[in-house]
């Protein structure tokens, strides 16, 4: 099984510029998750997706980030404009059983904004 | 609001059993205790979780104590490859946020 597959793992990328990040989730899971993680804050959740729809976009920081899940194999989290201060890991998870399942994390995508 | 405490860090001979304490105080009655390990630069990684009874699986066992303010997660026989940060985490079974706090991490030295 492939398990959750993330994309880029590393991206470096100017201030101002638009990032895209990209998530496949296991199949056959119905909920998606972002987490982000620095070392100053550990591992917050910024969105929750289940069955497609968006649930909980409490953590989302600001505006400049949004995340969509067009259909039950692939999501995005986009950056626009990208700030320094979002330079992080961002992982992307996903459960079969929503919100009692255990979540199987992707590796994680790098993001450098300079 | 961490509703788990932890030790910072802690080493442990391989070979030997490693017991990962978790203090959870304020636990509710439906939450369950949940650990996860983030071994460098992956994504984390669920071991186990348990509600009131002990459980044990292929990587661990989980002892909750009997008034369920505490438990130690063991790893029998550590490896240098589980070295990684594991985390406590109390949850809700129908609560969808996994709250990361600091996590323990364990260094398994040869």
């Known amino acids: 099984d492939a398990g959750v597959i993330q994309s880029p793992r590393h991206e470096v990328t100017e201030m101002g510029q638009e990032v895209t990040l990209r998530c496949k989730p296991i199949?056959?899971?119905?909920?998606l998750f972002w987490y982000r993680q620095t070392m100053m804050r550990g591992l917050e959740l910024l969105i929750y997706?289940?069955?497609?729809?968006?649930?909980?976009d409490s953590g989302m920081p600001e505006d400049r980030f949004s995340a969509k899940m067009p259909n039950a194999s692939f999501s995005t989290l986009k950056i626009q404009p990208s700030e320094p201060r979002d330079s992080a890991v961002y992982f992307c998870?996903?459960?079969?059983?929503?919100?009692?399942?255990?979540?199987?994390f992707g590796e994680g995508s790098r993001l450098t904004v300079l | 609001d961490a509703k788990t405490t932890q030790p910072p860090s802690m080493d442990c001979a391989e070979g030997r059993a490693a017991n990962l304490p978790c203090n959870h105080s304020t636990i509710s009655g439906n939450e369950y205790v949940y650990w996860y390990r983030q071994i460098h630069s992956q994504g984390p990684q669920y071991i186990i979780h348990g509600l009131k009874n002990n459980e044990t699986n292929e990587m661990a066992s989980l002892i909750i104590t009997e008034d369920r303010k505490s438990s130690t997660l063991i790893l029998p026989h550590a490896t240098l490859r589980d070295t990684a940060v594991y985390y406590c985490i109390v949850r809700v079974a129908a609560d969808y946020k996994l709250s990361f706090g600091a996590g323990t991490t364990v260094t398994v030295r040869a």
């Open positions: 997706f289940n069955n497609n729809v968006p649930i909980d």
């Open positions: 199949s056959g899971h119905n909920s």
């Open positions: 998870a996903s459960s079969e059983r929503g919100q009692a399942g255990e979540l199987f």
